[in-house]
C-alpha cells in the first residue's frame, strides 16, 4: 500500500489548458501539501491545509487552486497552464500536534507544458 | 526563516562512513533539526531529526554541536543506494512549513 499517492505520475499537455494532479494519504494524517519542483531541483512549498483548512498558500498565483475534499485527499487544478508551470509537484502528509511531524512524499506527478 | 548552510557535493566510496556538514548560526531555541534526503526520480524522505542530542536511527546518526549551531549526519556505512540529495532543514515546533535549501549531492562510488 502506497502511503501518499499521486496520479497521474505524469501529464503533458498544451499552454492554456486545464489540468489537476491528484493526492491521496492512507496513513491518517490531518495535515497535507503540495510542492513544486523546478528545473533547478529547487523544492517550493506551495499550500498547506490541515483538517481541510488552508495554512500556508505561498504567494502561488491564482491560477493554482487546491482543494482538500477530505483529511486524506489533496487535489491540485490549474487553470490556463502556462510553459513556466512545468515541474514536478509532490504531495506530501504529516500528523501535526506532535512536537515535529515528518513528512511522508509521493512520488511525484511530472507535468510538461508544451 | 533560520537558514542552513551545507557544501554543493560530497563523494564518498561504497562500504565508507560519511560526514554530511550543516551550519544553522542563527538557529533559535524552538527549532528542531531535520535531515531528509531524496534519491534520483523519487520524493524526498525523511532520515532523522534532533533538538540538542545526538540521534541515532536505523538510517543514519546526527550529531549535534553542543551550541547547537552546527550538526552532521553521518551515514555509516555508504551504499550505492545513499546516492541522494541531502537536505538539511531547520523546523520550530508548530511551524508547518519545511523549507528546503540546495542540499548536497552525495556520490557514491563502488
Known amino acids: 500500500d502506497t502511503a501518499v499517492s499521486q496520479t497521474p505520475k505524469y501529464l503533458v499537455t498544451q499552454m492554456g489548458n486545464d489540468k489537476s494532479i491528484k493526492c491521496e494519504q492512507n496513513?491518517?494524517?490531518?495535515?497535507m501539501y503540495w510542492y513544486k519542483q523546478d528545473s533547478k531541483k529547487f523544492l517550493k512549498i506551495m499550500f498547506s491545509y490541515n483538517n481541510k483548512e488552508l495554512i500556508i498558500n505561498e504567494t502561488v498565483p491564482n491560477r493554482f487552486s487546491p482543494k482538500s475534499p477530505d483529511k486524506a485527499h489533496l487535489n491540485l487544478h490549474i487553470n490556463s497552464l502556462e510553459l513556466g508551470d512545468s515541474a514536478v509537484y509532490f504531495c506530501?502528509?504529516?500528523?501535526?500536534?506532535?512536537?515535529?511531524?515528518?513528512?511522508?512524499f509521493g512520488e511525484g506527478s511530472r507535468l510538461t507544458v508544451l | 526563516d533560520a537558514k542552513t548552510t551545507q557544501p554543493n557535493s560530497m563523494e564518498s566510496n561504497e562500504e565508507e562512513p560519511v560526514h554530511l556538514p550543516c551550519n544553522h548560526s542563527?538557529?533559535?531555541?524552538?527549532?528542531?533539526i531535520h535531515w531528509y534526503r531524496q534519491l534520483p526520480s523519487q520524493g524526498p524522505e525523511y532520515v532523522i531529526h534532533g533538538l540538542t542530542s545526538n540521534v541515532n536511527n536505523r538510517m543514519a546518526s546526527l550529531a549535534i554541536a553542543e551550541d547547537r549551531k552546527s550538526s552532521t549526519l553521518i551515514l555509516h556505512r555508504a551504499t550505492l543506494r545513499d546516492a541522494a540529495v541531502y537536505y538539511c532543514i531547520l523546523r520550530a515546533v508548530g511551524d508547518y512549513k519545511l523549507s528546503f535549501g540546495a542540499g548536497t549531492t552525495v556520490t557514491v562510488r563502488a
Open positions: 506530501a502528509s504529516s500528523q501535526e500536534g506532535r512536537p515535529t511531524g515528518e513528512l511522508f
Open positions: 542563527t538557529i533559535s531555541g524552538t527549532d528542531y
Open positions: 496513513l491518517g494524517h490531518d495535515t
